[in-house]
């Protein structure tokens, strides 16, 4: 690989060159001044990451891995500022994850019907359409997010909470942005709540 095709590599998988540096035990400003053209990759630098950016197409009978970014969190309750963190990864199989996927961990019980407080969702950010019974993150001018399903008949974000304090959130008073659509969630098993 030349330092076009990591690069290529990078934007088509979404990463950064700080997370790449990560994956591969690397120092981040080496390889930016690799990538820059300004030093030589070392031998097992290259190695590295040939192995780290391989190209993923499917072997018969493996599974395809690949990663995502994991970028922090995102509130499941009020509108609240969210954290956002780059350099961890989040390995998925999904060969449908889109390209430009991130991982965020939920934090608050205001979806834990349906993801509870710890899980992470994969937000697809290409796909801002809205339809009824799907979940979003959405962003507040003020840059507050929250995560939540979206209704229609009168247009608002519904919690799914075993938790009765959480209110449903009118659209239209104040803009709001679509950061992206929930793709798909993972957790790990908990015990069911008792009756």
Known sequence: MDNDQIKAELIRRNMSQRDLAQAIGMDENHLSKAL????QFKVPEMDAIRAELAPEEPVEGQMNVRSIPLLGDVP???F???EQRG????LVTDPDVPA???GLTVRGDSMDLI??????VIIDPDDKKLWPGYRYVVRTTDGETTFKEYQEGP????PCSSNPAHVEIMLGAEPIAIEGRVFSYSMRDVP???A
């Open 36 to 39: 820059a053209g300004r030093r």
């Open 76 to 78: 499941a309750g009020s």
């Open 80 to 82: 609240q500022p969210q």
């Open 87 to 90: 350099g961890r990864r989040l």
């Open 100 to 102: 430009r996927a991130y």
């Open 115 to 120: 993801v509870p407080d710890g899980a992470t």
């Open 155 to 158: 247009a608002r974000l519904v």
């Open 192 to 194: 069911r709540r008792s």
